[in-house]
């Protein structure tokens, strides 16, 4: 039966109800579904914003230009695989990110925290850092792999890995244990404001198409259109911080593991505006969107149809 009222279906939790432990499956396959698809555009993503390193506009080379152009630069001089450089880490990261992430927003959803005003971006935001933390070290090796490519073409610091495992065991020789964690402290802001941002955005939009009654209350298309609008809110306010979590990433570091380029996410902005413009923060902005768009729209998606499914299951067997 259709909706009437908004407050009906206020967050996610709102339709089938799964048990977290199941959320936490669901969510990682949705988003590691999603990730397969998306990939090539984090490789471009990547590399646009890369370019230009501390360096002002206008004075260095741009082997990557527009987004069209630069999908075709990555297959010629990687070959077509080339587009889904780092997707193991990607699929890696998708899966702990998401499953820790979609697990803690399960858990406040099923202790009434996102009935509190706000709830649900604040459960959204937090469950999005832990995510974050956790998958940390494989975004890191993802953002590495996706950088390298052949000399003419390089863009940022080449770190000259060959396999996810290979890179893994580089960094802890090298760095140890803490040196997985490289670049978290803006990896975790990254996730905590486009998680929250996703969750909140997706969550009102679904249940405002519902109160429309334009759709049938039980279709995919609720929940794509719910995913169209949260992808456009993510993409404004994740893009600074992802470009700034990409050079905090993938920059070279010392042999105590200090980076040698930026001194954390503060700094790593100030020096991009400084030196770069204000507008370097949103550089990669065309496919950040086409990448975020899609991904958040096939994950939600996913998502919520696979919790459908999972909830009918859950009513069959009682």
Known sequence: MPLTRAQKATGPEAGETVPPAVDLVLGASACCLACVFTNPLEVVKTRLQLQGELQARGTYPRPYRGFMASVAAVARADGLWGLQKGLAAGLLYQGLMNSVRFYCYSLACQAGLTQQPGGIVVAGAVAGALGAFVGSPAYLIKTQLQAQ???EMAVGHQHNHQTLLGALETIWRQQGLVGLWQGVGGAVPRVMVGSAAQLATFASAKAWVQEQQWLPAD?????LAGGMISSIAV??????FDVASTRLYNQPVDRAGRGQLYGGLTNCMVKIWQQEGPLAL????GPAYLRLGPHTILSMLFWDEL???AGRAQHQGT
């Open 282 to 285: 949103y550089k990669g902005l």
């Open 235 to 240: 993409v404004v306010v994740m893009t600074p």
């Open 307 to 309: 919790r459908k499914l």
């Open 219 to 223: 279709s995919w298309l609720v929940a």
């Open 149 to 151: 490519t052949v000399a």
